[in-house]
């Protein structure tokens, strides 16, 4: 039955002209259909330089977003309505306008994982694999780093000269992730490395044998050495990773780490979706104008260039 969606995925893909974008956290069946495959702002640079007319992102709200601010001339779709990252929306717009009529001189860094209203609002965005290298290029001190506390306190730890004010948000599942699971899953496994996300707490990244995005724990964990991984951070990489590593081990850090918006999405939406491409009036459309695009893609362009 999987295989028989997916293969009406395929001949509507092609027929209506549309690159499929799955964030590394989908499952399975639905990565296989997709061209690409990763994590979100590297999938919209992918869907800004593929010729489809269409994209459909398979994954949370702000990255559908993203891929609209690089893809301007491009219809982009997002996999499911109500699929939105509970992180990027802790921190209005009308919030963020107040800390900086408070702070002027602190330059805003936020992460990517921010809607494309707060982006107006920023001066340059990073992501979890390029934060300390874009926060130590820049050359004012004062930064306020939003919305995650967890990967601006690791950004903190690594840039000890700059004057960095957390905004104190953060990822619900990451930061889910304890110090027991730590102490429980290194009982279970003493022969498994950690890997976490710095979504994660400060204590449990301290703990870890390695802290990247979750492009950096594949790929550390396919080239390592080590036969044994405890990962933390979205429990759906471990399938994707024993897929490609069938002669390791992965074990979850916890069972608590599964993003509810990302599972929204299913093999049967995407099919639906696809369905609906093109109609007047789609709700799963990201609808922008050219000002609030101009706006939020200016602190993407800044992280492309001093990234
Ligand atoms: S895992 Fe966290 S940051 Fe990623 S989409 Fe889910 S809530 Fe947002």
């Not at 495959?37 to 800004?48: N, R, T």
């Not at 820049?138 to 905004?167: A, H, M, S, T, W």
């Not at 491409?277 to 260039?305: F, V």
């Amino acid at each position: 039955m999987i295989r028989e969606v997916q293969d009406e995925i395929l001949r509507l893909k092609k027929e209506k002209d549309v690159c499929i974008l799955a964030h590394s956290y989908q499952t399975p069946d639905i990565t296989e259909i997709a061209d690409f495959v990763g994590d979100s702002f590297a999938l919209s640079k992918m869907a800004a330089g593929a010729e489809n007319k269409n994209v459909l992102m398979c994954g949370v709200r702000f990255m559908a977003e993203t891929a609209k601010i690089l893809s301007p001339n491009k219809r982009v779709y997002l996999s499911h309505v109500d699929a939105g990252c509970p992180m990027a929306q802790q921190l209005s717009p009308e919030s963020l306008a107040q800390m900086k009529a408070k702070e002027p001189d602190r330059v805003v860094v936020a992460y990517i994982n921010t809607t494309a209203a707060l982006k107006e609002l920023c001066d340059v965005c990073v992501t979890s694999s390029s934060a300390v290298k874009i926060v130590s290029s820049l050359p004012e001190k004062k930064i306020l780093f939003v919305p995650d506390c967890n990967l601006g306190r690791y950004v903190q730890k690594q840039c000890p000269d700059k004057d960095i004010k957390l905004y104190n948000g953060c990822c619900p599942i990451h930061n889910g992730a304890s110090i027991e699971d730590v102490a429980i899953a290194k009982i279970r496994y003493p022969n498994a490395l950690l890997l976490v996300h710095p979504e994660c707490r400060e204590e449990v990244c301290e703990n870890a044998d390695y802290i990247g995005s979750t492009s950096g724990i594949m790929q550390y964990a396919e080239k390592s050495d080590a036969k044994e991984f405890i990962i933390g951070t979205e429990n759906s990489i471990i399938a994707h990773l024993q897929y490609k590593c069938p002669d390791k081990k992965f074990y979850h850090l916890s069972q608590r780490l599964v993003c509810t918006n990302m599972r929204l999405t299913t093999l049967y939406e995407v099919l639906s979706v696809l369905k609906t491409i093109g109609d007047s009036d789609n709700e799963n459309e990201i609808i922008m104008t050219g000002e609030q695009i101009e706006l939020s893609r200016k602190c993407i362009d800044k992280m492309l260039q001093l990234g």
